[in-house]
């Protein structure tokens, strides 16, 4: 049973920096696609950034040149450095898990950027 919990989120002022982390148990973590993902109130979720199990990164328009995605195999873990956060940039925030047809998330983290 795979299992992913987030932490790292909260309030933030705009121009802001938070980390957010995703701690994987129950797999073999290095094998699998790891995303960051969120979901602002009446919106769509929507990805944030991806990291394939060779490293290979992607990022959506709205968060290049502030958001980093980064995976740590050896500690099971998915992180996304977060920096010029933006108000629009409030949503919870959900990391999502896949290797092949199995896909799973966590529970969400709340980011919330305001003055």
Not at 21 to 48: D, H, N
């Amino acid at each position: 049973q795979v299992q992913l919990v987030e932490s790292g989120g909260g309030l933030v002022q705009p121009g802001g920096s938070l980390r957010l982390s995703c701690a994987a148990s129950g797999t073999i973590f290095s094998r699998y696609y790891m995303g960051w993902y969120r979901q602002a109130p009446g919106k769509q979720r929507e990805l944030v950034a991806s990291i394939t199990s060779l490293g290979s990164t992607n990022y959506a328009d709205s968060v290049k040149g502030r958001f980093t995605i980064s995976r740590d195999n050896a500690k099971n873990t998915a992180s996304l450095q977060m920096n010029s956060l933006k108000p629009e940039d409030t949503a919870v925030y959900y990391c999502y898990a896949a290797s092949g047809a199995a896909g799973h998330w966590g529970q969400g983290t709340q980011v919330t950027v305001s003055s």
